[in-house]
């Protein structure tokens, strides 16, 4: 009983330290799963804690679960209008850039290595995917808010190539097992079942999730459960019909985050906890798998290996696969090098342990310290390259409370809160003569943790907490009113979209006259939109096009048609 207490006691202290860890992350600029890594390196066996763990079985049965509750937490927050911006390039990627980075990386690891060429090419399979928890974790944590185009591909790619690195890796293993043969028909048909059946499990268990949440009357708390075990449920069903889980679990959360209304705020809340516990716990567990004195034998060459990866294999396979796409070199290179490596590349060098190798330690480390590589070298300067490269847009506002009323399926209220910052266009304003939209109502003003009187009227101040009734579509209408966004100079939205507001629907002809540009003759009838369109088939916010001396900037974008347009002037 006391070694079971024991063992309670510090399993609880590697969370909570992991936990307060991640308060330093942001200010260091290091990426969190690299912090969970090294924790759980140093409590192993070559750590100060001295904990021997090497039990791959379960291992590989807690990171799948662990990568099931990560995939389906991203795919409930994936909008569907994003994933028909991001989902063809995604595919692309998600396919034969997997295919393209698995075979230069792993010629490359065979010739640096000195092994021979299926040992080389399985090395690049188990590293040839880009991981959906650490490109989640990286650019959610470095609070970067992308252009559509390029966030939407690098998560959507992140949450699809799975399937593909999976199938190589056990392509390689089943042919160094039996010695003989090559590629079939059978294999083909293999892949072709995975993702086709997981395709269609993961699109049916989602509508059938979300018409449960959605109409059955349970406890409020439930709901949550419902949908974290429909999809463990999913993906487990997928998995046994030996089909891809990992697929099937990340298409129900999508179809379950963009079919409900009602209730989804609750239900995310709940799962953005459930995916830090799953990283977490993921990550202490490979840590502590790892034995640091053995990692260091394989380093000097599987540095080589990552940096071929990072800085030839991955992008060559970006720049090929988005040739049929119009993304421009800014957008290829930041997505060439977000292709961060994480749990799933360490998961899949397990297969060769399973599968009884005598040298399976050579592809364990090789593929973990590829992986700290990629943490380290990549995962520590997303931010910075994003903000050279001029692909952040300013983020949207955010409401700091917001509590639904009811329960799911039902039509009804929210109370929300906001904390009012400076540059809320709502500061100086009277309670009484708020512009609110319709259906919204103010219940209370606190400032100074003290209430206000709402029958006298009071002009609002930088640090109130202002406190409403709403309905869930009246909440874009309220951010825009009362939350001020604390960007830099290089992104306020003056300095970001340009001075002047314009309609996609005005003619060039007409504002080179306004503003003084020269237009050409042959696009003097042209409308802004249709010069836009010209350039992007699918315009983001945050797209530029340049005309002479004028800048047009996409402004906003709704169901996919061009709404607004800014305008710069360079001198």
């Known amino acids: 009983m006391d070694t079971l207490n024991q063992l309670i006691f510090f399993g609880g202290m590697l969370f909570v330290i992991s936990i307060l860890a991640s308060t330093l992350s942001p200010r260091m600029g290091m990426p969190l799963l690299l912090v969970f890594l090294i924790i759980g390196m140093l409590a192993g066996e070559d750590g100060l804690g001295g904990v021997q763990y090497d039990d791959v079985e379960s291992a590989y049965f807690m990171a799948t679960l662990a990568l099931a509750v990560i995939l389906f937490d991203g795919g409930l927050r994936t909008d569907r209008n994003n994933f028909?911006?991001?989902?063809?390039?995604?595919?692309?990627?998600?396919?034969?850039?997997?295919?393209?980075?698995?075979a230069l990386t792993g010629a490359f690891a065979a010739w640096i290595l000195g092994v021979g060429w299926v040992e080389g090419f399985l090395i690049g399979a188990i590293v040839g995917?880009?991981?959906?928890?650490?490109?989640?974790?990286v650019l959610n944590?470095?609070?970067?808010?992308?252009?559509?185009?390029?966030?939407?591909?690098?998560?959507?790619?992140?949450?699809?190539?799975?399937?593909?690195?999976?199938?190589?890796?056990?392509?390689?293993?089943?042919?160094?097992?039996?010695g003989d043969g090559g590629f079939s028909m059978m294999m083909l048909g293999q892949f072709l079942w995975q993702m086709g059946l997981g395709a269609a499990i993961g699109?049916?268990?989602?509508?059938?999730?979300?018409?449960?949440?959605?109409?059955?009357?349970?406890?409020p708390g439930l709901y949550p459960l419902l949908a974290l075990f429909g999809g463990i449920s999913t993906f487990g069903l997928a998995a046994s019909l030996q089909a891809s889980g990992f697929l099937a679990v990340y298409l129900a959360g999508l179809v379950v985050g963009n079919r409900l209304s009602r209730g989804l705020y609750n239900i995310q809340r709940f799962h953005d906890g459930i995916a830090w516990l799953a990283q977490i716990s993921l990550f202490l567990m490979l840590g502590l798998l790892v034995s640091p004195k053995e990692l260091l034998v394989y380093a000097p060459s599987a540095v080589l290996v990552g940096l071929f990866l990072i800085l030839l294999g991955r992008p060559l396979a970006v720049w090929l696969c988005l040739i049929p796409f119009q993304f421009d070199w800014r957008e290829k290179l930041f997505i060439s090098w977000v292709g961060l490596r994480g749990a799933v590349p360490i998961v899949l060098a397990m297969f060769p342990w399973l599968a009884g190798f005598d040298n399976w330690p050579f592809f364990f480390n090789v593929a973990f310290f590829i992986v700290l590589v990629s943490?380290?070298?990549?995962?520590?300067?997303?931010?910075?390259?994003?903000?050279?490269?001029?692909?952040?847009?300013?983020?949207?506002?955010?409401?700091?409370?917001?509590?639904?009323?009811?329960?799911?399926?039902?039509?009804?209220?929210?109370?929300?809160?906001?904390?009012?910052?400076?540059?809320?266009?709502?500061?100086?304003?009277?309670?009484?003569?708020?512009?609110?939209?319709?259906?919204?109502?103010?219940?209370c003003v606190l400032r100074a943790d003290q209430p206000l009187s709402l029958k006298q009227s009071h002009r609002l101040e930088p640090g109130d907490h202002v406190y409403l009734l709403a309905s869930a579509t009246d909440l874009p209408a309220l951010d825009k009113l009362l939350v001020g966004v604390d960007e830099p100079d290089r992104l306020s939205v003056q300095a970001f979209f340009g001075e002047f507001v314009v309609t996609p629907r005005a003619k060039l002809a007409d504002l080179g006259m306004l503003y003084g540009f020269e237009v050409p003759e042959d696009k003097a009838n042209w409308s802004i939109a249709r010069y836009i369109y010209s350039q992007y088939r699918h315009p983001v916010v945050g797209d530029r096009v340049?005309?002479?001396e004028v800048e047009f900037v996409v402004l906003d974008m709704r169901d996919s048609r061009l709404t607004q347009v800014s305008l710069k002037l360079h001198q």
């Open 84 to 102: 028909r911006v991001g989902l063809r390039p995604a595919l692309l990627l998600a396919t034969v850039g997997v295919v393209v980075t698995a």
């Open 129 to 137: 995917s880009t991981d959906a928890a650490a490109v989640f974790s």
């Open 141 to 178: 944590m470095q609070g970067l808010a992308l252009k559509t185009r390029v966030g939407a591909t690098l998560e959507i790619e992140s949450g699809l190539n799975d399937p593909m690195a999976i199938f190589l890796t056990l392509l390689l293993v089943e042919f160094m097992l039996r």
């Open 203 to 219: 699109l049916l268990g989602g509508r059938v999730l979300a018409w449960g949440v959605a109409k059955l009357a349970l406890s």
């Open 375 to 443: 943490l380290v070298l990549q995962g520590w300067t997303v931010a910075p390259l994003a903000r050279k490269l001029n692909l952040e847009v300013p983020t949207s506002s955010t409401r700091v409370q917001r509590v639904e009323l009811g329960v799911p399926g039902q039509v009804g209220y929210e109370f929300v809160g906001y904390k009012l910052a400076e540059g809320s266009p709502a500061l100086r304003s009277p309670t009484d003569k708020l512009p609110l939209p319709q259906g919204a109502s103010l219940l």
């Open 546 to 548: 340049r005309l002479g």
